[in-house]
């Protein structure tokens, strides 16, 4: 699996870094409330840090804390050098200003990518940001990986988020592709689908995209996440994409499954752009 093979490359890389100048990248988690998603994501940053050595540190905060709460965390963990990473999970309360937040993370601890200033030179022709969001890299690098050709393709983005359509799709655009974003107020969605080479679908409607829908030999990165009741599970739900995977199977040359695909490679990208934090902090290549 890449997200595998990805953790072992970082976990020989730190190995490295802390062998040749002592130093541990650190990765600061701050998680508001207690969404039992948000709660389970965490858990699984903080387990996937551990599994490459990378030092990870978490702070807790009640559902109703002030956003000035939040931002004195942030600042406390923008000013200690131990700490090269730094997120806020999201959602936040919805009585927070998200963006007003994700602003108080110094940008070279950014790691989510989610900062204006990375967003913005992600967008900008001739400019790098220095983080990429990471669930969005994770469908690029998916593609890398796999040698799926990106340059000259008909590129389709389900979905406008913040933290995943609007940035995949300029990815996709960076590597030469024709992007389409669909969403909520497009008419006849699959009148566009139908012509794609490379899907990425992050609009959170579980089976929405029916196999009919796709070109034979498309490439399908599932990025949805949706609980859907099933009494056969022990949770008493079972997680499914945005695309209905055994339709889709019989049609894309290749589909990325649901759980077991994206989410993996967003944390693996998580660790990544915080080993590329600490190496930059540090001149360390
Ligand atoms: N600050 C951030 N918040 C959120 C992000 C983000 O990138 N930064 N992305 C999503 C949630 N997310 C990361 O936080 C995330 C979602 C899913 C997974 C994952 O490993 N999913 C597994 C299934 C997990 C389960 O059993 O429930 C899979 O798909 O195989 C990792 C990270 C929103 N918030
Ligand atoms: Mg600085």
């Not at 009919?212 to 490439?219: D, I, N, Y």
Request: proline content about 6%; charged content about 25%; aromatic content about 4%.
């Amino acid at each position: 699996m890449v997200a595998k093979q990805i953790r072992d490359e970082i976990t020989a890389e730190v190995l490295k870094m802390k062998e040749a100048i002592g130093v541990v990248p650190g990765l600061a988690v701050i998680l508001v409330g207690d969404r039992k998603d948000s709660v389970t994501y965490v858990r699984n940053k903080k387990k996937a840090c551990e599994s490459v050595g990378i030092n990870s540190f978490e702070v807790r905060l009640p559902e109703d804390s002030t956003e000035q709460e939040v931002i004195k965390f942030i600042s406390k963990f923008n000013n200690d050098p131990s700490v090269h990473g730094i997120l806020v999970q999201l959602p936040l309360p919805s009585h927070m200003d998200e963006q007003n937040v994700l602003n108080a993370v110094d940008i070279e601890k950014d790691v989510d990518g989610f900062h204006p200033l990375n967003i913005g030179r992600l967008a900008m022709r001739g400019r790098d940001p220095l983080f990429v969001p990471c669930t969005p890299k994770g469908c690029i690098e998916l593609l890398h990986r796999y040698a799926v050709e990106i340059k000259g393709k008909r590129a389709v983005v389900i979905g406008r988020s913040n933290i995943v359509g609007m940035p995949a799709a300029l990815l996709l655009q960076r590597e030469d592709a024709t992007v389409s974003i669909v969403h909520s107020r497009t008419k006849n969605p699959e009148e566009i689908i139908k012509h794609a080479d490379i899907i990425i679908s992050a609009v959170g409607q579980p089976n929405m995209v029916r196999g009919s829908w796709l070109k034979p030999g498309a490439v399908v990165i599932d990025v949805g996440i949706n609980p859907v009741e099933d009494a056969n599970s022990p949770r008493g739900y079972k997680l499914v994409g945005d695309v209905c995977y055994e339709e889709a199977c019989k049609v894309a040359s290749a589909v990325t499954p649901v759980p077991g695909g994206v989410g993996p490679m967003t944390i693996a990208m998580l660790l990544s752009n915080t080993l590329s934090s600490a190496k930059r902090t540090h001149n360390f290549q």
